[in-house]
């Protein structure tokens, strides 16, 4: 483990921030982190959950608040002007509800931090009502602080991003390495249990040809009903109001509504477009809200890297 990676795992910004019930490190920090060559420009990238957001950014004297700790994280109109309840307020009115504090320097490294209250957090793990922090928890990141088990409520966000990935995939695919690279072996580990899962439900069929996994899946209509029934309830929600519902018995007995299936076509660009409007919507609401709450010349330097950030998604 080298020395930054080491650093981050026993806190890193944690050190100068009031106490938190969640806590990881996400993103390409996570590659750079275990890199001979990782850059010290690179922002290392926070979530951090609290059960208060208002509480714990507010400035008070008796405990320890983030605006009376750390006053300079903040764009200093919304210090001025609002204080902790302009804050939340813009991150949740506005944005997804995540506050964003970017280019903090701490012990030489430059740090981003978004603040969430963990009831919006478990709220979007386990229904997508946003997909904004259930994206990024789909993907590898090093926990810090896991005092409420996100770690194990994340095991349904996982099991309905691998349902929607193999809604979205032909019936014969291989690993695809190169999506992933540099974090492959963090994804199997993540998503191997799910897929055994499903191969023993006869969904998945695993060959191995050498070192290479190719797989097959059930293409038919009730393998499609099965992986529907895992998607986010928001997202099912949304389908059955495109497609249309009908009641079913599940075998315990219980009478539920589920959106009318007629072919796998369907299913999958209905999920298409009920998925990538979450995620615009998402998306926008947090773009804005990210640069009101930077403020000032941040506000340049924070849509210049999310701008480079996307050239090289593209090229």
Known sequence: MKDRERREVKGGLLEIL??????CVYGSSLL?????????STMIDYIVGVSDPIGWHSQCFQFQKNLKMNRHH???????????????????KIG???HFNPFVTFNDSMYKYGVVRMQDLIQDVLNWDRLYLSGRLQKPVHLLIDNLDIENVNSVNLRAATSAALLLLPSKFTEVKKIVQGQFHLFQMMYKPILEDYAMKDLLRFHYDGCQANMTQDCSLSAAQTLVGHLA???????GSKLGKAETMTESGRVIQRAV??????????????VRRIVMVSSARQAVSGILAVGGVNAARYLGRKMSKAWKSWT
């Open 32 to 40: 750079s982190s275990t890199s001979s060559s990782a850059d010290k």
């Open 233 to 239: 309830p928001t997202v099912r929600r949304q389908m």
């Open 18 to 23: 009031p106490p938190v019930d969640f806590a």
């Open 96 to 98: 997804v509800g995540v």
């Open 261 to 274: 299936i007629n072919s796998r076509e369907e299913i999958v660009r209905c999920m298409q477009t009920v």
């Open 74 to 92: 903040y764009a200093s109109w919304m210090v001025h002007f609002g204080g902790a309840d302009l804050i939340t307020k813009v991150a949740d």
